[in-house]
C-alpha cells in the first residue's frame, strides 16, 4: 500500500498524527537534561521521541558536536 494511501486512510478517519521534531521547549529541556548527565535514551523516553531525534536536536542546538 503507497504511503499517501495511508496518509489519505488516517486523514480521513481523523487519526492523529506524529509530531515531527522537538518544540522549542522540548530542545531546551533536552539541553538542560542533556547537560545535567542524562543519556539521550532517557531524554527521548521522558520526551515520548526517538532518541535519534533527540540527538538531532542537541547537536543543532549546539550542546552535542557531531
Known amino acids: 500500500m503507497h504511503r499517501a494511501t ?6 480521513r478517519n481523523n487519526v ?22 542524562i543519556s539521550m535514551r532517557a531524554i527521548a523516553l521522558t520526551l515520548g521521541v526517538d532518541r535519534k531525534q533527540v540527538r538531532a ?4 542546538a549546539g550542546a552535542l558536536s557531531t
Open 16 to 37: 492523529g498524527r506524529r509530531q515531527r521534531g522537538l518544540t522549542i521547549d522540548e530542545i531546551a529541556e533536552a539541553v538542560k537534561l542533556h547537560g545535567g548527565g
Open 57 to 60: 536536536s542537541l547537536v543543532a
Open 6 to 11: 495511508v496518509s489519505k486512510h488516517l486523514t
